[in-house]
Every structure is written in structure tokens, then in C-alpha cells.
């Protein structure tokens, strides 16, 4: 289950401390010009360093593995793969007995049979988003018509995002934030009914991303306190432009033209480097577990562009998926 | 697009007024006894009646067309259907030309080139939902051994749900609402990296009920203001149960064994009975539209058992997709 | 597993002697005029009647059930039933416990643990395939630019299929036969590398048709005694005509625009009316069985319309799924 | 479309003269031990270097990128890779303008816009299935209780294969052949209908193979000469042993439980010593073309191999499909 679309398609693999980690673009139109070069912006905005990031330092550099010729998509897959250089393994042993809580270290235990790869979260990491955001970049070539941003609105609770972090790193603990996502310029009719409506598709993609617990599209959860009348969104021209945007440019699950809005929460990391009472399964009694190594203080600095990623790829495949006379596929 | 599921996949079918509405159940496993009328209690639950509710009333009796032999599943698709019986079909044709604000009557235009049924909103009515609950009554019989309950907890921004729909009747308006679900006993590790994770889909076949809007899992949005310390859920015994539940009953995508709790918002239902000021689309101009027909003041008020089938139908198809040696399937 | 295709994808439901069979074709672009006549010639075609072919006699209407409005389609779902009416399922009961060599009665009691519908071979039937023919009938409107003809070229070893059938019908037993089917016109360049070439796509549905065990492309098996230079296909023009045809129309799995050809073999009718010594499994013995029930003394017969039907979903399927700049889905 | 399988799900990249080839085994169960060497002895009978195989030498190591950690698989997905070293790209220049008879050159410019690597067949090479062979031999594993076996029976039309092999070569000419592929002790009850029959998932596999054109199962083509009295294999004791196996070990698509046995045909190499006459699309007239390049006189003799990766793979992704009581999966 670890590939996501229906005809722009990837398929990711990779742990956290294995050899490599990367991706495969199956689907991928031919003739679109891609170079390891385009792929260092988003690269650079997902990485580590800015002040509340893990110290971990990767060159992350994408080597493309197949499907590109002369810097050209030829339409076979592409794959894209990038070692992995910077671990310290021996960091995460003590987690066999005391799993950490909010990781995966005791499901995938369960899941697995004892056989999952825990070193860094194996294959549960944060890492593995590298491959979605390397293939978002070839996702938003194809999207390029459109404007799609993702920006961190608040972190810890507060619009002060720099305080928030501070604040968190001097108390040695973690905080989480809040995303927004936003998609200018649509193409009008996006989202396949019943089941691959643009909502269900990008949740789907969305809550794939390590941390994220929520995600609303419009008002979202204020909607609930709104009447009907207020609301509904009028349109107010022949192109389907809205007075409001309250629906956060969907209706009924397709594209109407409007800027397409929704936020993500993320969570705080769970990594926290204060003390934490917990359960030792080996002992079998309850212990106190310190989580040492490197983490993000605040790993929401750094999912804006995964985010953005997640929602170029789902955006190329319905792109690639739609099929009406005023879509994009023809008879 | 209109299936959903990877061994237990279900597919449906239909429009509003059109003859019929059901849905194909494939991958159902041999050995379950089912009979109509196991189907009656969630259907009724499912149909319209109460207060708050339109006035459209169908038998709604399913017609276990395949897959069941002397009251038993033979392994074979199960296909169920019911016909549509109460329909009046000429409250819609003013929509042509008008689309009515909030439903999908503009972008199915769009996307089908004019050739979508938008009677009773045809494939994009909450009617094709049908299909879910009547799925979700065979996908509970193999989930049995968990309890998911699905209830509205407020509508129109208050706990007191009768009083809500009451004024909004008195406004002639309509009004949203939000959904918890809980599943308790779940199985221990469900859920599959990297893109089928519990939370990836929930929220896929959630977002296809319409009206949705928004979902999170535990605290969900609450977790952005929250430090790690907090939210991290502590293991306190050697089954994985933990201290407190902010995660949902989730880490990594996968079921801890705890309670899974997740909530969503429903929007208010877009056909409202107050003039509403829009477009037009044949003269070209602004102007007033008057939503007539039979609809709910509160749509969310029949949701919880569509939720409840929807989340059923997702445990169904992970339990049936789990490999894992303390899974279901085995080598 | 039963459902075929990506964007144009059936799903079949239904048992040999349940209520009804049908299928779903959910993908089915907007705008295809569709009536129920338009079934009507290809449905008769796979019916009983002929000389060696069964007595059964079904109507066999089909009842449009979704996806069609004023008789064109609409984008959503097309659903399409046949009520069964003539079945006599006391034919049946001996093959429990003593399972018709050939058939899937033994199969399909282990498989699905014995709960599976065995009347009239429940879906293992060959009447399932009255789903693949009415899904046809729509597939042949996206391919009407190609022309696409299905013929029995030989039964039991002869050309003379007639008097083949004769002596078969005189000494009880039954016979098989030998399909051929040609697309003539098909465009350039469908099918797709590396898993869903023609040559997979189309063996994978036609396959799934009862009775079938083999099929071969272009010269098929006599290519095995062929030199290269013989067998290769040199192209003579500008649009990729051939001087001659050995691949049948088809290199690296893509179609090269030259007729498409390939042919299948039909084996003989198990239900063969001469005694076969066969396990009885409840007693435990070697045991003699005389099927008796209406049968085909020559299956193949009906056949043709099936092999058309199934190649021109493949096509449609194909179609609505190439992504290139010649091909028909634009970026 | 490089994807194959619903639960033991392989996705193939690579070109023939890039970087690298390999596959993703998506869905492989944990605890299954696997390390470097397991792989050498089928990937060495797919190499090339006896007699009638090109001379092109790769020393195909796989690095084993993902899924595995202290040589067991964790139950992440497994990414195998090798690099390609032994190029010489120069060789195909000249295909451009005359593609080769026979081979993907024409349709694959036509189907990628022009865009296609035609560098040794790019990602239509024969090269390719190194990435079934590596995953061929962690499907054994999960097949391990079956006995499959493929081998050449006849090449150029004779028997004497190795006589066979050195008159094409006198003749600076090509050959094809017929491979058998035998599965003793199958378990019973592997298949699903309608659509994922144990034929229909193999033949479809197995035309993903470069230069198959034909596959028939048990007695096949033969079939079509029978009478049902004499196809028809009679069941001899409980175990579903039958008397004889015409049907190949399958009916209905489903395992009997005897030995599955099929036969493919394997064109002869298009890559021809002889001078072909052809068309030449840039000049616009006929020319004669040349192949240098080092290729297979027979390639047929490198694939057993490679039908024997298909095979168990198909088998790997049924068993873990398979849901009945009798059958691996449990409710």
C-alpha cells in the first residue's frame, strides 16, 4: 500500500537508516523537461537546519534512477532515489522494550511480527517524505497553470511562530501547527464522484504524512456553527466565480473554479526531550524514557512543501484522470 | 471512481431519480449469514422521517440481488439494490440554468458536458449513500468483534440539537453539524504504510459522503496548541493501553488498540428555504433563487449511521489486507 | 476480482440462477448515445438457439438502471441488469457431493468453503458473461472507429463447423472450437509498458471467459519455428504499414496501427451427455455421472459476440488511459 | 501501468542503457529471510553468455535498497536495483529514423511523442525482467511448498534444441521457441473470479514478457480437436487428483490441486543478422537495415528463468489474496 494515484502514480520505499530512499513516477507524461537541478528548491525547504529542526544534515541530492532522457520525461517510470548518509542507529535500540509514545515503534512491532525496521522509524519516518516531495516537483510541472502554496499560519497555538519555537526549545519540549494549503487558478471540474472526490483524494494523500491529525477544506469546522444561507457560496458570473469561498472552492467533491483552501493540523513532534513515564514491555513495568537524538523541535517548519507536494500529485493525477469533454482526456 | 476498498471493495451505483440505487460488494467472504432484514435497522436509522429531516419517504427495502445463497454469503459479489420510488422530478429543472449555490450542480455540468443528471442531484446525491449503509451492515458483520458507534454531538454550533433545529426550522434555514465516531475493542495494528493508513482511509471514503467538510483523529485541531509532553499517549500495560487517548487510538497510521475516536463536520445543507441572490447562467445575470423540493434542515441528523458504515466498511478492508503473522492473514 | 479495466472499468455481479446478473461500467464517458435496443443485436448473438447450443431461453433484456439519462450517458455509473427467469436448479443437487469433471463445482466448494452457489455453476456460470456483452455494446461506441469482428473458424478439428456439431450432437458428447478475432483500423499506440501491454490486457479478460485455454497473437505458436528474418514485419510506410503481419498488429505490446489478430481455443462443453466415471465425495468411491440440464453440445458457438465484447473493452480501456501526444489524454 | 498484483504488488523501473533497472515488492509479508546471494543462481540463468545469447556481460549484482534488515524482510516494501555498465548506446542511433522491424522502436516514438529511450530498447528491453527475476525469488519463498519448474522444450521448431541453435547461427539468423512451465503440489483453490482467474493472472504476467506471442494451458490449442468426453479429467480421490490433467490443473480458474501446467511461444529475436528491408521515416523511402548490436540468436533460452519469477509471483499474490476458510486468509 505504499503507492498513491491512479494514473499519475507513485510508489515510495525506503527506511529511515537503510541504504536509500526514494520513489517511483509511473504514469508520467512524456516530454517534460527534468533536471536534478529542479529538484533542490523543494528539496532545500524540506530539510533540516532552520533553528527547530533535527541537526541531521543530508545532502539529499535525487539521483534520477530511469525515465528521463536528455533531461526530458520519456513516459517510461521515473524513479528517483537519494542515499541515505547521516544516521546514528544505535540511537534507537532502547526502543524495542520501551517503545516511544505517539510513534510507531510498538504497532509496527505488532504488525510486523517483531520484524520492522525501528531504526529511525524505518520505514514510519518523516524521511520517506523525501520521495513525495521529490515527485511533487514533476507533479507541479504538470500543474504549473496553477498557484499552489502551503504555509505554516501558527505553531504551539500562537500566529508568533519564532516565539512559539523559542519558547518550546527553552522548555525542551515540542509543539505542532497548523497548515494551509491554497490552490489558485484551478482548472474548473477536478475530483472524480463518488470515491475520488478532490476532498477524499487529497485527505487521502494528506493524512499519509506523518503528524498530520486533521485536515478541513473552506470554513471547515466552523461550518458547523453556520446557517445555510450564509454558507452556500453564490456564484456571481459565467465562469463560476463565487461571492464567498466558504467551500473552500469544492462542491460537491469537483473544482469550481474557486482558489481551492484547507488546513492541516500537525502535531506536536513526539519526540520530546523531557522525561516521559512509559511502559517497558520487556520488563514488563513502567519506566521513565528520555528520547535522545536529533529531532525537530517543531516538524511543522518543515511540511509546507511536503504538503504542497501531496497536493501537486493529487491535483496531476485528476488532471490526468478526468475525462469530460471540457476536462482534460478526450474520446 | 465510484469503488472503494482493495479485498473488501465495494462499488455503487445510481442517481436521486433514477430507477434505482445499490451497490456491488466484491471480496466478501464466504460464511456470513445475512437476510433483508438485517438491513432494516441502519436503513431506517439512514432515512428520512424525523424532524429536521425531508419529507421523502422510500420503502428503501434492499434486494439482495447476488452473492447470498439460503441466507448465507457464498464468496461470490454481493450485489444489493432498491428502487427509487418517490420522486418528483420537475423541482429540478430550474437548476439548469441556475445552479443552486453549495450543490454540485454547476461543476457536474462542467465535468460531463452538460450531460450529468442533476435531478435530485442525480450520482452526487446524499440518496447514493444508500449504498454505503447497506455495505456497511455486511462490512459490521465482520468487524463484529469491535463496537463503532457513530453520534451528533452538536448541530448549528450547539449541544442542544433539538432546540438547533428547531430555530433553524422557525428561520426557514438550514444548519450543519458535527459527527463523533468511536470504534472501541479494535484490533491492534490496522492500518498500512505508507498510503493506507487508518487515517488515510478514514478520511478517503468519509470525504465521499456529501457534506462533509472536515475530520480529525483524537484531539485532531486541538493538538496544534498542545506540547509533546501532553499530547504523547504514555503506554501503561504490555497490551499497548495508554494514559490518555489524544492520538485517536492511532500511531503511525496504524490501530494502538485503543478507543479510535475521530470527528467531522457536517456543512449546513445547501438547500436552504431562503432566497438566495446568484447567477444566472443562461441570461447572464444575477438573480434570486428560491430552493423548493422536500429537503433537511439538518442533514447531519441522519449522517451518524453513514458514518458509521463508512468507517465499518475501512476496518472490513484492513482486516481483510492485513499480513502481518498477529494479523488476519497468514502465509 | 470482479472488476477489469482502469478508466473504463466493469464490475459483474450475479449467479446462474440467483435473481439476476449484471454489470457496472463505471469510468463510461458523458455524451454516448445508449438505448436499450442498442443491446439487443450483440445480446442475441450470445444466446441460445442455434443447433448445439442450449435450450435455455432468458429474454435476457437489459433494464438500464443508472448512468443513462434521455438516452444518452452521463458520466456516472452505467448499471445494466437481466432478471433470470428460466432455471430448473433441481439439476443441480447431485453435483455437491459428486462434482462434474471439468466444471468449478469442486473448486468453488473448497474455495469458498462450501458455501458457494452451485446451481447452474453460480458465478463460475457462463451466462456471467451476459455482463461482458451488454459492457461491450458501450465499449463498441468508443471504438467505432475501429472494426472489430469475432468469428468460430473451426470446432472439434474442422473447418466444417456444421457437420462437426452434427456428429457431436449423434455420439452425445460435445466438441470445442477455435476463435478468431481481428481489429481492423485500430489506432496507433495503445497499450501500455510494462504490465498492461495489449497482449496482457486483452489474455487477462479473455481468460476470465469461461472454456477458454489458450490464445496466440499474430502467427502465435507457428513463430516458434520461424527465423527472425522471416517473422519480422518490415514496415513499407510513413503510418507503420507492414509488408506482412506476423505479430499480429501488435510490437513491444503496443498496437503498430496494422489489424489486430489473435485467436483463442475454446475447449469441448464439459457438460457432455455421455457417462463419466467420476469421485463421489460424500461416499468416498469412484461413482457414474450422466449430467443432465440443457447444454451446449458446442459452447464456442456462442462465443464470437463474447470475444468481441471483451476486446472492445480492453480498447475502450486503453484509450481513455494513454497519456501521449498522438494518443487521446492531453496534458 | 509497471505495476503487477493486488497484495504482492512488483513495479518495475529502468532502462536499458541508464543508470539502473530494478523492482519494488510491495506487500511481502514479514520474516522472510532474504539476503544478496539468494538472488544469484536464477539471476545468473537469466544472464547472458552461453551459446545463442548476446554477449553483452552485467555482473547484475542487486543491491537490496529497502525491506530488509538483518537479512529478514520487515514487511516495508522491498526495493532491489543493479546498475547497468555494459552500454554501448551508439549502437542504436541509426533506429531513429529505421526502427527496427519487430521491435518497440516505432511504436514506442509514436506512443511518447518522440520522447522514448530507444537506447537498447530503453524501458521495452529484455532487460527489464531482471526486475521479475529478483522478485521471482523472494516469491519462491512464499511458494516454497511448490515444486515450479519452466524449461526451453523446443527452439526453431526442433527439439534438438542445441542443433536448433547452431544452424541460426550458421545462418547469421534468429530463432524462437516453446517454453513449459509446471507447478507441482499447487495448493488448492488459488484464483479468483471472475477477473483474476489463475489463468488470467498468469497470461497476463507472462505477455509482459518481450517476444511471448502465445500461451495455452494443459492440453490447449489441442482442446480444440476433443470431445468433452475425452477432456473432461475425472476426479480419482478426495483430494481432487484426477486421472488426467488436460485442463492443465485448473478449472474454472481456479487450482484443482493437480500439477498447473502451460506452455508459451517465444518469437524469434527480432535483432536479426540478416539484412531487412525496410522503411526508412526520415528519408521517406525503403531501405535495407543492418542490426549490429550484440544480440541473442535464441533468446528463448534465457527465459525459463524469467517464467518462473512470473509464475511464482502470480502464485505469491494469490495465496496472500486468497480469503476462503481452506484457503490462507481468515477472518
Known sequence: MNSFGVNFRISLFGESHGPAIGVIVDGCPPGIPIIQEDFMTDLMRRQSGSKGTTKRKEPDLPEIISGVLDGVTTGAPVALMTR???????????????PRPGHADFVSRIKFSGFSDIRGSGHF????TWGLVAAGVIAKKITASMSISAKLISAGG?????????????????????????????????????????????????????????????????????????HNDSFVDSNGKTSSNNA????????????????MVVKPTSSTGTDQTTFNFKEGKMTTLKVKGRHDTCIALRMPVIVEAATAIVLADLILTDRGIHGTRKM
Open 248 to 263: 473552500g472552492g469544492i462542491n460537491g467533491g469537483i473544482s469550481n473554479g474557486n482558489e481551492i483552501i484547507f488546513r
Open 158 to 230: 500562537s500566529e508568533d511562530i519564532e516565539k512559539a519555537v523559542n519558547e518550546a526549545i527553552a522548555s525542551n519540549d515540542t509543539i505542532g501547527g497548523i497548515i494551509e494549503c491554497s490552490v489558485k487558478h484551478p482548472p474548473l471540474a477536478l475530483g472524480e464522484p463518488f470515491f475520488y472526490s478532490l476532498e477524499s483524494a487529497l485527505s487521502h494523500i494528506i493524512f499519509s504524512i506523518p503528524a498530520i491529525k486533521g485536515i478541513e477544506f473552506g470554513v471547515g469546522f466552523a461550518a458547523a456553527s453556520m446557517r445555510g444561507s450564509v
Open 125 to 128: 519516518s518523516g524521511r520517506i
Open 84 to 98: 541515505n548518509s547521516d544516521k546514528i542507529s544505535s540511537d534507537y535500540d532502547e526502543f524495542r522494550n520501551v
